[in-house]
């Protein structure tokens, strides 16, 4: 009998070269929010024309594509690889805890994919060549003292949903959860001057950044249902920011009002890694234009509130747009 209890995700990652190769998983995804296991295909249902008070007296079986997405309300800074490797840029390794995943804007970044086993304590179900489309983080700060988590949302392609075992043997491992109060914002001219004197501080509420992946199945003519391989489209950053109105949000919408090129960073920090003296961090640098920047647009305990849609472009060399880093121990 099923319990919600024994309900489960886990993940490995299957590497660039490995697509589709049904791996073991190496690590619990730690607070994903359950969902039913999702379908691969619909029937089809032909009319038939049979001369009678029945439309059809068969079914087809479609394509198969799994299409869903992963949920975590409360991130944490040791899965942000298992998303960036997937989704933005494959083969990437730390470097003393720094994952680089910044993306070539000129050729192929290669994502790895993912083999996902869910389930519950009477079936588990594996899907493999999973790729992220997209990926969603968003954070609103407590007002009240309380708890600011930051969220995830991640849709994905996989190819097929089939009956496994799950893994044995998989430890938790450590998790350190991620804050949106310990978010900071930095504005410049220019990417190369996002420093720490660019910070802009007292401003920032809330924030929700969304970076497309482009990512892709592609169906050609072969010996199965499913998808043969896959492709890389257009990448895109867009940061939408939720600012307490003050002289700074006032200049951002003059660069606004002038369609003026400037360059954000959002950052969010954690604790020590253990014994390192390097903390946990989450950095996303973006070039662009501010499409949109409303004051006034809300109010919170008598203060004024400016909402903010930051739009990324390719800067005059045709070689960034965007950057994004993570510092954290994980092994994958």
Known sequence: MGERIFSRYAYGIEGANTHGTIVNATHVLVGADQKAIPEDWKPVFPEDNLGIRMRSSRSLKSELLVEDSISIARMYFEALPFFLLCGLAGGVTDTNYVWDFTPSLNTTNDPDSFTLEAGDDTQAFVMEYGMFKSLKISGDIDQGGGESPVKIDAPYFARQVAKQNFTSGLTLGAYTGMSAKLAHLYY???????????????????????????????????????????????????????????????????????????????????????????????????????????????????????????????????????????????NL
């Open 188 to 330: 410049a001219a220019d990417l190369n001057s996002l420093d720490t004197n660019a910070e802009v501080t007292d401003t920032l509420r809330s924030f929700e950044l969304e970076l497309q992946f482009g990512n892709h199945p592609k169906f050609f003519g072969s010996d199965n249902l499913f998808f043969d391989t896959h492709g890389e489209g257009f990448l895109d950053a867009m940061l939408t920011l939720t600012l307490e109105g003050n002289s700074a949000v006032n200049g951002m919408w003059d660069d606004w009002d002038n369609q003026t090129y400037k360059a954000v960073r959002l950052e969010i920090t954690g604790p020590e890694i253990t014994n390192t003296n390097t903390n946990h961090s989450f950095i996303v640098d973006i070039f662009g234009q501010w499409e949109m920047i409303k004051p006034i647009n809300a109010e919170s305990a008598g203060n004024n509130i400016t909402q903010c849609l930051f739009h990324g472009l390719a800067d005059p060399t045709l070689v960034d747009s965007f950057s994004c880093s993570v510092v954290t121990d994980v």
